[in-house]
């Protein structure tokens, strides 16, 4: 199969002050987009091949290398795209909202893992929110990696390399993943992830 960049599930200045509409011009059109480039280059002799973006993730990560990167690069990216829409974030509702009380104790409890472990993730990386074993965890990741390959089931996530943040927050992590938990976080997404956990 071939990577396609994704259009944006919302327009490019849907998510403004957060997310300005330059961040997107670079972080969409240019990076991701050469994750998509670079792994089709990679996959056309890597003798790789699945029917669906979760299961090449998979088989990548045996190959390792650039290879992986560039194809779980892309699975991120348009994972991250999905974990956000306009005017979303805060307390959420529907099934997630009772499965954060019960594993995490609140809503508060949740957000402060979530920010604290983007912002203690060491360089370029992520951090998700999945479910792994029936429980709701906060994980973190470094450079490509995701939790699709460990078992877990991805629900959300936040890019937190500084291609993602730095020309609306400069060093200013924590206040990038605090408006990501408060004002963009999509949990009309995570609650269909979670209903196919
Ligand atoms: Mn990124």
Known sequence: MKLELPELPYASDALEP??????????HGKHHNTYVNKGNELLADAGVDADNLEDLVKAC???????????AQHYNHDFFWKSMAPNAGGKPSGDVAKKIDQDFGSFDEFKKAFVDGGATQFGSGWVWLVSDGGKLK???????DTPLTDGATPLAVCDVW????????QNRRPDFLNAFVDNLLNWDFVNENLSKA
């Open 61 to 71: 990560k045996k190959k390792g290398g650039p290879l992986f990167n560039n194809v």
């Open 138 to 144: 906060v994980v973190k990741t470094a450079n490509a």
């Open 18 to 27: 957060h997310i300005s509409a330059e961040t997107f011009s670079y972080h």
């Open 162 to 169: 500084e291609h993602a943040y730095y020309l609306d927050y």
